[in-house]
Nanobody
Framework: QVQFVESGGGLVQPGGSLRLSCTAS????????MGWYRQAPGKQRELVAAISRGGATNYADSVKGRFTISREYANNTMYLQMNSMKADDTAVYYC?????????WGQGTQVTVSS
């Protein structure tokens, strides 16, 4: 059984920054391609940032140049640094393997960009 726990969300002003954290039990990030997903109200969950087992990263066009995904193997923790945030970044953010391939989702962490 795999459990993901996301944290670090909150309210931020446009142009501000947040750093999200993700930890997991039952899975080692070093053996999996991982990703950060988000789901805005009324929209499908989408992958916004991905990191491969080898450390290669990729981003959705909407967040390129603003978000950075990383992980620390020592504590099995993954991060999403979000800078220059926009109102469209408002969503619940989740971490999981990439692709999801049926693994369960955590409760996510709410990010709200006020304007």
């Amino acid at each position: 059984q795999v459990q993901f726990v996301e944290s670090g969300g909150g309210l931020v002003q446009p142009g501000g920054s947040l750093r999200l954290s993700c930890t997991a039990s039952g899975i080692w990030f070093g053996f999996n391609d991982m990703g950060w997903y988000r789901q805005a109200p009324g929209k499908q969950r989408e992958l916004v940032a991905a990191i491969s087992r080898g450390g290669a990263t990729n981003y959705a066009d909407s967040v390129k140049g603003r978000f950075t995904i990383s992980r620390e193997y020592a504590n099995n923790t993954m991060y999403l640094q979000m800078n220059s945030m926009k109102a469209d970044d408002t969503a619940v953010y989740y971490c999981n393997v990439n692709p999801n391939r049926g693994l369960s989702w955590g409760q996510g962490t709410q990010v709200t960009v006020s304007s």
